[in-house]
């Protein structure tokens, strides 16, 4: 991973590949944003006249590289947008730094060291600063590493691709100061966790699968001082674990339930995770149609945040208890996969009638939220890659929160717009939960097809212990972009909802759980 420094250079005598600074979107055009004085110096104060020559204006997103002038120790300067100017005396927003940051990385893949001098007013800059240029600088490669004798093998991997900046120095800051330094060691951890994330979204299914999945698990907890147990399919038979071994059955890859327990000594509260973890959706039986299935290794994101959330909980110490479930099948068709009106009996005791088997991430999830909830957690958060209804309700930016708490759900929302995880608080409708009555089982795995999303949430609801606060993040939108690259989200999985499991798991740890 991108190494990250607190330099105590300025940034006319950094030496590097090239030097970070920003310009905000102004009413006449580009405005020099604090932080690129020295840089506007070289240019003889006309910085921002000749961004505007050049057609920049300061809007997210925009990346202009300039050769440096005499004065600067580095050959290159890279200008990013900021947007908006803020009102006056406000400072940038976070998000705002976070993305030009991430912009800027991006535009410096290849470079060994680039300086950063973003406006930076609190230690909350100099971290958003640093998430950004850290999640920037994300490149999954490690399928790319084929011998390839006819590129060229200077600052690229084997087949010729760039490999991201090796080093971030962010200017600025105060590298002594206690609360600088403990900023940039948990951007650190809190990035790497993401970025272990998004390599297990994007491995190939075929490396990817519930028992290789729950290997890289118990490494992590050895590694991290993390309690690792795994339950394979004859302790799942043995426990009861319908829904799990339901959507299993038709692989050759058996299913696993993954418990990581990290435990801190002065904890009064505990926190439990619930992640989805389907390696592989082929859609069962219900088998789903063209055009459909290239991207379905990403629907294990869900157990990929889960399982980053609770290491970067041990890495940073918190005074809480967080236990990660992860909920590991492959669903996929066969001569024994569960069909379409099977029933299932769940760990809970419930039967379930299977009336699409399309319709599996809750069904591995009742399992685990029933395990979760006899621990008798403070809180439960389950997160999942669930249902196309909340892709079409929100967009591929923002997931959905439903909870069995308002005030709970309302916590996670602002949480998650804090850290700069686009969200939205949805209702769990009561009159939905007619359509899965079933005649043969208590219940149903499909509802109204309308407000799907709503009608997964409440399934899932069933399924938790009472008197436990629980929320449900639907990350179907975020967890995986197809698109080009923006800010600091790179094209595949994203590690959506990390940051928001992370900050809630720290909230917690402060007594303010919501």
């Not at 390599?199 to 309690?227: Q, R, W």
Request: proline residues 5%.
């Amino acid at each position: 991973m991108t190494a990250l420094t607190l330099s105590t250079a300025g940034a006319a005598t950094l030496r590097a590949d090239a030097l970070v600074v920003g310009v905000a979107k102004g009413a006449k055009g580009p405005v020099v944003a604090p932080g690129a004085e020295a840089v506007d110096k070289a240019f003889d104060g006309k910085l921002a006249t000749v961004l505007e020559t050049l057609g920049a204006s300061g809007a997210e997103g925009e990346v202009t590289k300039l050769p440096a002038p005499d004065g600067l120790k580095v050959p290159v300067v890279i200008v990013v947008g900021l947007g908006p100017v803020p009102e006056k005396d406000a400072a940038f927003d976070g998000e705002a730094l976070r993305r030009a940051a991430g912009c800027a990385a991006r535009a410096l893949t290849g470079s060994k060291k680039a300086g950063f001098a973003l406006p930076v007013t609190s230690v909350e800059d100099a971290e958003a600063v640093a998430e950004g240029a850290l999640l920037g600088a994300y490149a999954f490669t490690a399928y790319q590493g084929g011998e390839n004798k006819l590129a060229p093998k200077d600052k690229k991997n084997g087949n010729g691709a760039k490999l991201p900046l090796a080093e971030v120095a962010l200017l600025g800051t105060k590298p002594r100061d206690k609360a600088f330094k403990a900023a940039a060691d948990r951007a650190t951890a809190v990035v790497e966790e993401i970025n272990r994330a998004r390599d297990l979204i994007n491995t190939p299914p075929n490396d990817l699968y519930p028992e290789s999945f729950a290997a890289v698990a118990t490494a992590a907890g050895k590694e991290h001082g993390i309690k690792v147990q795994v339950l394979d399919e004859k302790a799942l038979v043995k426990g009861g674990f319908g829904g799990l071994l339901g959507v299993g059955q038709g692989s050759a890859h058996g299913p696993r339930l993954v418990k990581l327990a990290y435990t801190h000594p002065k904890a009064e509260k505990t926190l439990a995770l619930v992640g989805k973890g389907i390696t592989y959706d082929s859609g069962g039986i219900s088998l789903k149609p063209a055009g459909h299935n290239e991207t379905m290794k990403c629907d294990m994101s869900g157990a990929a945040a889960v399982f980053a959330a609770v290491v970067a909980a041990a890495r940073l110490g918190l005074q809480v208890n967080v236990t990660g479930w992860l909920a590991l099948a492959e669903n996929m068709p066969s001569g024994t996969a569960t069909r379409p009106g099977d029933v299932l009996r769940m760990y809970s005791g419930k039967t379930v009638e299977v009336l699409n088997t399309d319709a599996e991430g809750r069904l591995v999830l009742a399992d685990a939220l029933t395990r979760a909830s006899e621990e008798n957690p403070d809180a439960i958060v389950d997160v999942a890659t669930l249902t196309g209804a909340m892709v079409l309700a929100l967009g591929h930016r923002t997931f959905g929160i439903m909870a069995n708490d308002d005030a709970f759900r309302t916590s996670i929302h602002e949480i998650a717009e804090e850290v700069g995880e686009a969200s939205w608080p949805m209702p769990l409708p009561a009159d939905l939960r007619k359509g899965m009555d079933s005649p043969t089982a208590d219940i149903a795995n499909m509802g109204e097809r309308m407000g799907g999303g709503l009608v997964a949430g409440l399934f899932l609801q069933e399924f938790v212990g009472e008197g436990i606060a629980w929320a449900h993040l639907d990350i179907a939108g975020p967890a995986f972009h197809e698109g080009a690259p923006y800010g600091y989200t790179p094209k595949g999985g994203t590690g959506s909802a990390v940051r928001t499991l992370v900050k809630l798991a720290e909230r917690t740890a402060a007594g303010d759980l919501g």
